[in-house]
């Protein structure tokens, strides 16, 4: 979920995301089950038992799956945008994890932006801040796969926020001669 609303001048961005259950984690289960199949296949001679082992493996994987639908792994976090004070605070709360506070000035921000979170297979959209030191600090993510009712567009609630704010956004291609370049680099 993306939703921002002014308070006091201030815009704050209010942001929630769930990472949905890795493949990687269910095709790792069914392996497993799959070699403990035939670990106790071997191993054991009476027929019941060997329907009960069975019946165990393949109930691994959708427990497996279960557990990971259940219990998402999720990130909450409340951005302001604060203009008087030319300072942006965001708060990020993690249900896994420590929790992260950050306080930046407008002075340190060389870009404000929306990219894919992977080049090769994005899945995520992520608005993020660029430092004038290099460093990036995502601020908010939406899925790319699953659409979440209620939300605000990224791309929409980035380029207001720079217009209201002032904030740059930065180069969206850097050739490789400003990359190389000492002026380029930071």
């Not at 909450?76 to 945008?81: E, I, W």
């Amino acid at each position: 979920m993306i939703d921002l609303r002014r308070n006091n001048g201030a815009l704050t961005l209010y942001a929630t995301h769930q990472q949905p259950p890795r493949a990687m984690w269910l095709a790792g289960s069914v392996a497993v089950s799959a070699a403990l199949y035939i670990m106790l296949e071997q191993q054991i001679a009476d027929p019941t038992l060997r329907l009960v082992s069975a019946l165990i493996c393949i109930a691994i994987p959708f427990v497996t799956a279960a557990v990971l639908y259940f219990r998402p792994h999720s990130t909450s976090s409340v951005t302001t945008f604060d203009p008087k004070a030319r300072r942006i605070r965001s708060e990020q709360k993690h249900d896994r994890g420590r929790d992260v506070v950050l306080e930046l000035g407008f002075d340190e921000v060389a870009a404000l932006r929306v990219a894919e979170d992977n080049a090769e297979r994005p899945r995520n959209d992520v608005l993020s801040v660029t430092l004038t030191d290099g460093r990036r600090i995502a601020l908010a993510m939406k899925s790319r796969q699953y659409s979440e009712g209620g939300g605000q567009d990224l791309h929409k609630v980035a380029a207001f926020i720079r217009s209201e704010m002032g904030l740059p956004e930065g180069s969206k291609h850097r050739t490789l001669q400003s990359a190389l370049s000492p002026e380029g680099r930071g």
